[in-house]
Antibody, heavy 122, light 107 residues
C-alpha cells in the first residue's frame, strides 16, 4: 500500500525552526519528484516546494524562498522540509505529496499524506 | 506567475443535480490542468489530470474539459459523498498554482 506519513510539526515562536519529515512506502521513492503543499486554517491550498527524483533540483514558492529547504534521503525513503525564520503566516497544515513524474509539465500530485500541523505563535 | 481563478467560490446543490465548476488561467496553459477534491479534515484527492483524464478509481460522473485558459469540472449527478471543496491546479509551469477552491454544499 502506498503511504505517506508526515511528522515534525508543532508550536514554535516567530523566528524559530522546525524540520518536517515525510516517510514514504509502497512505491519506488527514487522514481518520482516529491512536493510539500500547505493549507492555512480555513484557507485554500498553497504549493510550497518540490524536489526532483534524484534530489538534484529543488523548487520553491516565493513566499518561502530563502527560509525553507526541501531535501530527500533515498536510503531512508524520507522527504524533509527544513523551515527556518518562521513567521505567523507560515501557520498551516503541511502536506507531503507524491508527484506523478519528475517535476515535468503535466505532472499531478497523486498521493498525499494526512499532514502535520505547524503553529507559529508567541 | 500564472494566476488561477475559480468560480463560484461556493454553491448549493441537491443530490442528483448536475454541477459545474470553472477555472480560468491568466494565460494559456494548453491542457495542463488538474482537479482535486478535499473533504473536511482530509487530504486532497486527485480527480482529473491533463484537463480531462480521469484518475484511476474516480467515478465516471466526474468529468473535465477545456483547453487554453478556460476549464470546467462537471459532476453529472451529485452524490452525498461529493459534497466537498474542489480545487483546480495548473501543471504547466512552476509554481503549480491552485485555484481558490469551490465549496459544494447541500441545498
Amino acid at each position: 500500500e502506498v503511504q505517506l506519513l508526515e511528522s515534525g510539526g508543532g508550536l514554535v515562536q516567530p523566528g524559530g525552526s522546525l524540520r518536517l519529515s515525510c516517510a514514504v512506502s509502497g512505491f519506488i521513492f527514487t522514481n518520482y519528484a516529491m512536493t510539500w503543499v500547505r493549507q492555512a486554517p480555513g484557507k485554500g491550498l498553497e504549493w510550497v516546494a518540490a524536489i526532483s527524483a534524484s534530489g538534484g533540483s529543488t523548487f520553491y514558492a516565493d513566499s518561502v524562498m530563502g527560509r525553507f529547504t526541501i531535501s530527500r534521503d533515498s536510503s531512508k525513503h524520507t522527504l524533509f522540509l527544513q523551515t527556518n525564520s518562521l513567521r505567523v503566516d507560515d501557520t498551516a497544515l503541511y502536506y507531503c505529496a507524491k508527484v506523478t513524474g519528475d517535476w515535468t509539465r503535466g505532472d499531478a500530485f497523486d498521493i498525499w499524506g494526512q499532514g502535520t500541523v505547524v503553529t507559529v505563535s508567541s | 506567475d500564472i494566476q488561477m481563478t475559480q468560480s463560484p467560490s461556493s454553491l448549493s446543490a441537491s443530490v442528483g443535480d448536475r454541477v459545474t465548476i470553472t477555472c480560468r488561467a491568466s494565460q494559456s496553459i494548453s491542457n495542463y490542468l488538474n482537479w482535486y477534491q478535499q473533504k473536511p479534515g482530509k487530504a486532497p484527492k486527485l480527480l482529473i489530470y491533463g484537463a480531462s483524464s480521469l484518475q484511476s478509481g474516480v467515478p465516471s460522473r466526474f468529468s473535465g474539459s477545456g483547453s487554453g485558459t478556460d476549464f470546467t469540472l462537471a459532476i453529472s449527478s451529485l452524490q452525498p459523498e461529493d459534497f466537498a471543496t474542489y480545487y483546480c491546479q495548473l501543471s504547466y509551469s512552476t509554481p503549480p498554482t491552485f485555484g481558490g477552491g469551490t465549496k459544494v454544499e447541500i441545498k
